[in-house]
T-cell receptor
């Protein structure tokens, strides 16, 4: 089935620390994954993606890890900043037409 | 900025009415998808259009329909509005493979 989140888990981190946001995806046929950041009142913003033939991909201050064995994704944010505060969603693509979004995690950064 | 725009930003309708939401995709993107995002939840896939043809549909009733035009604009139409249709409606555009989807800011619809 598709993931629907009624209660957003929250991760609180201190400015400058590293953040790790986890996501369990549902469909073993998914071969493409994306992390999105959504700030209040805005649409989801693309952060980083990874294909199923990789297990790690790095961007600017962000790293995505993929473990296909346990259907798990994580997003690591280095040196977290106040501007990183948002809700983060992982999304999987079991077929090319649709994204299935995870529950979402709220990241709060405090000084 | 993604280059994807949506209008209007906010809209209030009453139950039973019809609504049309609009999206302008990034130039060169032949795929547009629409999502519904209820408060506190992740976006839910409504449907996707590729080169003006419906290319896939989620679990939404037929009163949700769409159109895509050659000028990279598209519409989401919802008939016979229900209270539960109150949500943020997002469009996302992508290239030919359709996988990397870039979202617009959304239209917040309130049905009273």
């Amino acid at each position: 089935g598709e993931s629907v989140g009624l209660h957003l888990p929250t991760l609180s981190v201190q400015e400058g620390d590293n953040s790790i946001i986890n996501c369990a995806y549902s469909n073993s046929a998914s071969d493409y994954f994306i992390w999105y950041k959504q700030e209040s009142g805005k649409g989801p913003q693309f952060i980083i993606d990874i294909r199923s033939n990789m297990d790690k991909r790095q961007g600017q201050r962000v790293t995505v890890l993929l473990n296909k064995t346990v259907k798990h994704l994580s997003l690591q944010i280095a040196a977290t900043q106040p501007g990183d505060s948002a809700v983060y969603f992982c999304a999987e693509t079991p077929r090319s037409d649709k994204l299935i979004f995870g529950t979402g995690t709220r990241l709060q950064v405090f000084p | 900025e993604t280059g994807v725009t949506q209008s209007p930003t906010h809209l209030i309708k009453t139950r039973g009415q019809q609504v049309t939401l609009r999206c302008s995709s990034q130039s060169g993107h032949n795929t547009v998808s629409w999502y519904q995002q209820a408060l506190g939840q992740g976006p839910q896939f409504i449907f996707q259009y590729y080169r003006e043809e419906e290319n896939g549909r989620g679990n939404f009733p037929p009163r949700f329909s769409g159109l895509q035009f050659p000028n990279y604009s598209s519409e989401l139409n919802v008939n016979a509005l229900e209270l539960d249709d109150s949500a943020l409606y997002l469009c996302a555009s992508g290239g030919d493979r359709g996988e990397t989807q870039y979202f617009g800011p959304g239209t917040r619809l309130l049905v009273l």
